[in-house]
């Protein structure tokens, strides 16, 4: 073998074990969490290993085409306090208690060790409050042609006139509950959301 192919070897393992690692940091889906107004709410973030001290994390909360954001649960001390940190029942887990949330505490939310490389780990995105207005539509298509010459059929939801552009589209087909697939939402001139959500069923 020759230097250069020996070489172009040695340096595909080393792109080959820094995928695979990269893949295996990769977070988990988050749960979705509702709430209404002035409710107090806790939402949790798993480890793989003993959570020892809760100073030694941060939480971050992320809004729909935002750069996630710092939450301040370190300087609060009191009754007054919104966000506090603390363990879980679990050994491994993480909390972040929101007391008497609004319907701008929507977002999704991480958490990540201090003085750490390691990346953001998923929490829950929480969705507080109803926001559907006078102006709220759901329209389902169905495409149309040969469906008989299709495995699949895709499926398109369009929620239009809402609120807020922190929602959760969930597709109910013959009794099974479904997130589907959403886009991150569309303000209109009249200052509500429209999203889109499309999901795949058999034919």
């Not at 889906?29 to 003993?50: F, K, N, P, Q, R």
């Not at 809760?54 to 001390?77: M, N």
């Not at 909390?95 to 958490?111: A, K, M, P, T």
Request: one cysteine or more.
């Amino acid at each position: 073998m020759s230097k250069e192919s020996l070489f172009l070897m040695v340096i595909f393992q080393v792109l080959r074990v820094y995928v695979t690692e990269s893949e295996s940091c990769l977070p988990q889906s988050s749960i979705i969490m509702t709430a209404e107004v002035g409710e107090t709410v806790e939402l949790a973030c798993h480890y793989s290993y003993v959570v020892v001290l809760v100073s030694s994390y941060f939480w971050y909360k992320q809004r729909v085409g935002e750069a996630p954001k710092l939450i301040d649960s370190q300087s609060c001390q009191g009754a007054d306090c919104t966000f506090i940190s603390k363990k879980g029942n679990s050994e491994n887990v993480l909390i972040l208690e929101i007391r008497n949330v609004h319907v701008n505490d929507s977002g999704s939310y991480y958490c990540a060790r201090r003085g750490n490389y390691t990346p953001l780990q998923n929490g829950p995105i929480l969705l507080v409050g109803d926001s559907s207005t006078n102006k709220t539509a759901v329209l389902a298509f169905v495409p149309t042609g040969e469906l008989h010459l299709r495995e699949t059929v895709p499926l398109v939801c369009l929620v239009s006139g809402v609120s807020s552009n922190q929602i959760a589209i969930f597709w109910n087909i013959s009794g099974l509950v479904t997130e589907g697939q959403s886009d991150p939402g569309t303000m209109e001139a009249d200052g509500t959301y429209s999203f889109r959500s499309h999901v795949k069923v058999s034919r």
